[in-house]
T-cell receptor, first 113, second 111 residues
Framework: DGGITQSPKYLFRKEGQNVTLSCEQNLNHDAMYWYRQDPGQGLRLIYYSQIVNDFQKGDIAEGYSVSREKKESFPLTVTSAQKNPTAFYLC????????????FGQGTRLTVV | RKEVEQDPGPFNVPEGATVAFNCTYSNSASQSFFWYRQDCRKEPKLLMSVYSSGNEDGRFTAQLNRASQYISLLIRDSKLSDSATYLCVVKGTAGANNLFFGTGTRLTVIP
């Protein structure tokens, strides 16, 4: 079945550590996105990529980094520079054209311990 | 001004009630509009796209008013299973694939 897979579902990070969240899609979508969601708030865009080997900062990119070496993969690294990383992270890809739709992975819940 | 604004609620309604959510968007050149549903601790899933002529899917009706730049979602005969957060989503201008999300409106249907 086609879809987006995020892993892990839960992740615990010690202060000062970098961690990488995985996002893989087999939908053949060009555009992929990372969002952060905090309790009671909407989705905020961290980074997005419209095509392989290219990505752009979103509204809250500080303390995060991404890569897009393959169409299927868009990993997000939460660096130690991100001062408040505890949140729910959602990866999405978008089918464009006549029937635009965003498809989301199941999310990764990151907690700093 | 935010790209998309929604009333966060919460809306607490009895089973069988009709409830409506509104959402406004700031960019008059926006192309596509959607309602997503998000259950607690889950990912958002597409509920329905919103077309200029308005569209209906069972108990759900979505409408778009381009002149006033708002989108609405009407839920008739509310069920307990409708309890969720409803996100208003707007796609940017042609050629851009960015989606802008509202903060969501939380609905609780009470027995």
């Amino acid at each position: 079945d086609g879809g987006i897979t995020q892993s892990p579902k839960y992740l615990f990070r010690k202060e000062g550590q970098n961690v990488t969240l995985s996002c893989e899609q087999n939908l053949n979508h060009d555009a992929m996105y990372w969002y952060r969601q905090d309790p009671g708030q909407g989705l905020r865009l961290i980074y997005y990529s419209q095509i392989v080997n290219d990505f752009q900062k979103g509204d809250i990119a500080e303390g995060y980094s991404v890569s897009r070496e393959k169409k299927e993969s868009f990993p997000l690294t939460v660096t130690s520079a991100q001062k408040n990383p505890t949140a729910f992270y959602l990866c999405a890809s978008i089918r464009t054209g006549m029937n635009t739709e965003a498809f989301f992975g199941q999310g990764t819940r990151l907690t700093v311990v | 001004r935010k790209e998309v604004e929604q009333d966060p609620g919460p809306f607490n309604v009895p089973e069988g009630a009709t409830v409506a959510f509104n959402c406004t968007y700031s960019n008059s050149a926006s192309q596509s509009f959607f309602w997503y549903r998000q259950d607690c601790r889950k990912e958002p899933k597409l509920l329905m796209s919103v077309y200029s002529s308005g569209n209906e899917d069972g108990r759900f009706t979505a409408q778009l008013n381009r002149a006033s730049q708002y989108i609405s979602l009407l839920i008739r005969d509310s069920k307990l299973s409708d309890s969720a957060t409803y996100l208003c989503v707007v796609k940017g201008t042609a050629g851009a694939n960015n989606l802008f999300f509202g903060t969501g409106t939380r609905l609780t249907v009470i027995p």
